[in-house]
């Protein structure tokens, strides 16, 4: 039933002044403009359409500005606010415009299309800024549960700042076709969105979807369909108080332009933030999860652009690849970020490129172990509990910032190992195992603490440098190449076999005035072997030569072969030595 119908030309508008303000409200009955409604001015006035019943707009709103754009309401205000009615079902017509430019400089103004059950939205709605000068608008699409977007938005600037288009339902799927529309007040099950819209709209004005979460709608995100504009750098937010499911490829328009992406499930900020908030707890029965290629295979490709990953307080894990489906991420040069409870890669194809990256898995583990990866800026890991952490740079060289780990065993593989931040173990870690192939393994910050013992791998004529500053350290197996060898602790000993490459670099072990206890049988240091402590003690199983050697305590050394030195040998306490078996 129509309470309010305007069939014709309603017009506030202003040629040298502001323009002026319609409202058209009913109670009880809808609110239909099939007309024109005309508030232009030098500023664009205020034009509002609202109903607690239906409300539809097939005609066109005017309020554009030449100094800037003003505001029209249609079915309720901003994030159902502002004190105005609110509709029960929205609906903007194929052939309906919603203007709010500013058609000489300013900025865009503001429009909202407001449905609390459904919202139809197949128009178009600009907020344009100036030519001359100014930023892009606002604009939001929204409706608790049944939001049907298949229409157009445009909140660029040619000369400022991108606009934002906000759609605000509680589940949604970012989908390839339209949703259904049976009449234009009937609300659609399920919230969607074209992509085709979304990606148009992407060429200048930064969009944000966000949900909420009401009894059985959980706030998730699901993206069944490419995501990727044709032009510019972009910014899309997904923001769900639920989780977050790409199962379709994510990208920046082309090679010279990024997308900077936020992944945030679990959230329980404000529409309009800019940073992440948490939801107190994530809901019960509700996976606070983000997850690409869940169920289709996803690829998320930024250019240069940043991905931002979270999930929050008692949020779940960041995951890649689920079963036979596949996910990756490439951000070029662009940061990574991920605040996740746990962070994994499914084996196979499931990979990360990235330049900096922060990895931080809360009470979870972290397994990144397929060789595919490529960090070319450096990794900060951080998880607590017993939870491992496998991170795998395959053929790339890796730099590790600071990182604080849990007591879970540390597998780090690359090809050649560095750090640029100290890494610290919780008390009694499962161990440490640095893999460096065909390069070098540089560990040498003061403030590393590894608490369990630590295992050292690598081949060809690559150093090996491990600090391990005020703490004890216990080496565990360790296959070298050729390259020197020096190792720094307030105490060294070893759990496992150290072996090098033949005719390797000299190996230095720094124990300060703490006690060196070098004595596995099974040793192999094949260049000359410094040693500095208190008591000091070497077994080697091939032939030794003592490096330059102060004990401050006992000196004992056993030697399966030949034994000789190339430094002197300072020992205030007794000294051993034994080749062969025999003792001298």
Same mark, same amino acid.
């Given at each position: 039933? !129509?309470?309010?119908?305007?069939?014709? %030309?309603?017009?506030?508008?202003?040629?040298?002044?502001?323009?002026?303000?319609?409202?058209?409200?009913?109670?009880?009955?809808?609110?239909?403009?099939?007309? /024109?409604?005309?508030?232009?001015?030098?500023?664009?006035?205020? *034009?509002?359409?609202?109903?607690?019943?239906?409300?539809?707009?097939?005609?066109?709103?005017? *309020?554009?500005?030449?100094?800037?754009? +003003?505001?029209?309401?249609?079915?309720?205000?901003?994030?159902?606010?502002?004190?105005?009615?609110?509709?029960?079902?929205?609906?903007?017509?194929?052939?309906?415009?919603?203007?709010?430019?500013?058609?000489?400089?300013?900025?865009?103004?503001?429009?909202?299309?407001?449905?609390?059950?459904?919202?139809?939205?197949?128009?178009?709605?600009?907020?344009?800024?100036?030519?001359?000068?100014?930023?892009?608008?606002?604009?939001?699409?929204?409706?608790?549960?049944?939001?049907?977007?298949?229409?157009? %938005?445009?909140?660029?600037?040619?000369?400022?700042?991108?606009?934002?288009?906000?759609?605000?339902?509680?589940?949604?799927?970012?989908?390839?076709?339209?949703?259904?529309?049976?009449?234009?007040?009937?609300?659609?099950?399920?919230?969607?969105?074209?992509?085709?819209?979304?990606?148009?709209?992407?060429?200048?004005?930064?969009?944000?979807?966000?949900?909420?979460? /009401?009894?059985?709608?959980?706030?998730?995100?699901?993206?069944?369909?490419?995501?990727?504009?044709?032009?510019?750098?972009?910014?899309?937010?997904?923001?769900?108080?639920?989780?977050?499911?790409?199962?379709?490829?994510?990208?920046?328009?082309?090679?010279?332009?990024?997308?900077?992406?936020?992944?945030?499930?679990?959230?329980?900020?404000?529409?309009?933030?800019?940073?992440?908030?948490?939801?107190?707890?994530?809901?019960?029965?509700?996976?606070?999860?983000?997850?690409?290629?869940?169920?289709?295979?996803?690829?998320?490709?930024?250019? +240069?652009?940043?991905?931002?990953?979270?999930?929050?307080?008692? !949020?779940?894990?960041?995951?890649?690849?689920?079963?036979?489906?596949?996910?990756?991420?490439?951000?070029?040069?662009?940061?990574?970020?991920?605040?996740?409870?746990?962070?994994?890669?499914?084996?196979?194809?499931?990979?990360?490129?990235?330049?900096?990256?922060?990895?931080?898995?809360?009470?979870?583990?972290?397994?990144?172990?397929?060789?595919?990866?490529?960090?070319?800026?450096?990794?900060?890991?951080?998880?607590?509990?017993?939870?491992?952490?496998?991170?795998?740079?395959?053929?790339?060289?890796?730099?590790?910032?600071?990182?604080?780990?849990?007591?879970?065993?540390?597998?780090?593989?690359?090809?050649?190992?560095?750090?640029?931040?100290?890494?610290?173990?919780?008390?009694?870690?499962?161990?440490?195992?640095?893999?460096?192939?065909?390069?070098?393994?540089?560990?040498?910050?003061?403030?590393?603490?590894?608490?369990?013992?630590?295992?050292?791998?690598? /081949?060809?004529? #690559?150093?090996?440098?491990?600090?391990?500053?005020?703490?004890?350290?216990?080496?565990?197996?360790?296959?070298?190449?050729?390259?020197?060898?020096?190792?720094?602790?307030?105490?060294?000993?070893?759990?496992?076999?150290?072996?090098?490459?033949?005719?390797?670099?000299?190996?230095?072990?720094?124990?300060?005035? #703490?006690?060196?206890?070098?004595?596995?049988?099974?040793?192999?240091?094949?260049?000359?072997?410094?040693?500095? !402590?208190?008591?000091?003690?070497?077994?080697?199983?091939?032939?030794?030569?003592?490096?330059?050697?102060?004990?401050?305590?006992?000196?004992?050394?056993?030697?399966?072969?030949?034994? /000789?030195?190339?430094?002197?040998?300072?020992?205030?306490?007794?000294?051993?030595?034994?080749?062969?078996?025999?003792?001298?």
């Amino acid at each position: 039933t !129509g309470l309010v119908n305007n069939t014709g %030309v309603i017009d506030a508008s202003g040629i040298s002044t502001d323009g002026g303000v319609v409202r058209l409200v009913g109670n009880g009955g809808n609110v239909e403009s099939s007309g /024109s409604i005309n508030v232009s001015g030098v500023h664009g006035g205020s *034009a509002q359409l609202l109903s607690n019943a239906n409300v539809g707009v097939t005609g066109r709103i005017d *309020a554009s500005g030449e100094q800037g754009g +003003g505001t029209i309401r249609v079915g309720g205000g901003y994030q159902g606010g502002e004190g105005l009615t609110t509709a029960n079902v929205t609906y903007l017509g194929p052939d309906a415009v919603l203007d709010a430019d500013a058609t000489g400089s300013g900025n865009g103004g503001s429009v909202v299309l407001w449905g609390n059950q459904g919202n139809n939205f197949l128009g178009s709605i600009t907020a344009r800024g100036g030519a001359l000068g100014g930023n892009g608008g606002l604009v939001e699409t929204s409706s608790h549960y049944g939001l049907n977007a298949q229409g157009s %938005v445009d909140a660029s600037s040619p000369s400022g700042r991108a606009g934002t288009w906000l759609i605000d339902p509680y589940n949604i799927t970012i989908q390839t076709g339209a949703g259904t529309l049976s009449s234009p007040f009937t609300a659609s099950a399920d919230s969607t969105i074209k992509a085709s819209d979304l990606n148009t709209a992407l060429n200048g004005t930064n969009v944000t979807v966000f949900t909420g979460t /009401s009894g059985t709608s959980n706030g998730d995100i699901i993206v069944n369909a490419a995501i990727k504009p044709s032009s510019g750098d972009n910014v899309l937010y997904l923001k769900a108080a639920g989780g977050i499911y790409v199962n379709a490829d994510i990208s920046a328009a082309d090679a010279s332009h990024k997308l900077d992406l936020y992944l945030w499930s679990n959230y329980g900020g404000s529409a309009a933030a800019t940073s992440y908030a948490s939801n107190a707890a994530c809901a019960a029965l509700v996976s606070c999860v983000v997850t690409v290629g869940n169920t289709a295979n996803a690829a998320i490709a930024t250019n +240069g652009g940043l991905v931002d990953v979270e999930t929050g307080v008692g !949020g779940g894990a960041f995951t890649l690849g689920v079963g036979s489906k596949t996910g990756s991420i490439n951000t070029g040069a662009g940061a990574l970020t991920v605040h996740a409870t746990g962070i994994s890669e499914a084996t196979g194809s499931n990979t990360i490129a990235a330049g900096a990256a922060t990895l931080d898995a809360g009470a979870g583990a972290i397994a990144l172990g397929n060789a595919g990866n490529n960090f070319s800026g450096a990794v900060g890991l951080s998880n607590s509990g017993a939870n491992d952490v496998v991170l795998n740079n395959g053929t790339h060289a890796l730099n590790l910032a600071a990182s604080t780990l849990g007591s879970g065993a540390l597998t780090v593989s690359a090809t050649g190992v560095s750090q640029s931040g100290a890494i610290t173990q919780a008390a009694s870690a499962a161990g440490a195992t640095f893999n460096a192939g065909a390069g070098a393994i540089s560990l040498g910050n003061p403030g590393n603490d590894f608490t369990g013992s630590v295992g050292l791998n690598n /081949s060809g004529a #690559n150093a090996v440098t491990l600090n391990n500053g005020a703490h004890a350290l216990d080496l565990a197996a360790s296959a070298l190449g050729s390259g020197a060898l020096t190792v720094s602790a307030a105490g060294i000993t070893q759990s496992g076999t150290i072996t090098q490459a033949a005719s390797a670099g000299a190996a230095t072990f720094n124990a300060g005035t #703490n006690a060196i206890a070098l004595t596995d049988a099974g040793n192999a240091f094949t260049g000359a072997v410094s040693l500095a !402590g208190s008591n000091v003690g070497l077994v080697n199983g091939t032939a030794t030569v003592l490096g330059t050697t102060t004990a401050t305590g006992t000196l004992d050394v056993s030697s399966n072969g030949a034994l /000789s030195q190339s430094g002197a040998l300072t020992v205030t306490g007794a000294a051993t030595f034994t080749q062969n078996s025999t003792t001298a």
